[in-house]
């Protein structure tokens, strides 16, 4: 993971990963067939801990759609922030091992996200709109985060009142949850 976050895919190399564990490629090809199964493993991991972990988490820590959407926000653009595999993997985009990760990640957090709405008490067609609206502002974000991080508000709390400000213009209504 250290290697993609560091280099995108390219960094993902036996030898030198191999070199900065201080062990041997013997060592590697024990655990893993070949590069592409080590990549596969990555991605996998990072699936689970910047997708799956993530709303589950969130789901744990509250019923209440409104402050779902505002966690999983937060947690999702706090750790964007700090690690930039995510990033990384969408400029791979079109990598056979890539793609389908991507794919499921994106589908994956866009469902989350519109039943998020959908409990806000959109109709579906609606509430995937505004999925789709706060995953791309998400990714806009996220991109300023790595490209111009001066722009984004400095402090925790003018950071945390950005991201509120964001989530009211995504959502105005002022619809109660539903059950």
Known sequence: MAALSRGG???VAVEPIAQRLATTKGSFYHHFDNRDDLIAAA??????RHTVQVNAEVDAATEDPRERLRLVTRRAVRM???DPVGLTLLASADNPLVAP?????TAAR???LARLYRRLGHPP???RRHALLAYSAYLGHVQLAHSTPDVLPRTQAARH???DL???ALDPSPAEPRP
């Open 161 to 163: 009142a950005y991201l």
């Open 110 to 112: 866009l469902d989350y």
């Open 101 to 105: 990760v991507l794919q499921r990640v």
């Open 125 to 127: 067609a609606t509430a």
């Open 9 to 11: 895919l390219a960094a």
């Open 80 to 82: 964007a922030e700090t």
């Open 43 to 48: 991605l996998e991991l990072w699936e689970q």
């Open 166 to 168: 964001v989530l009211a």
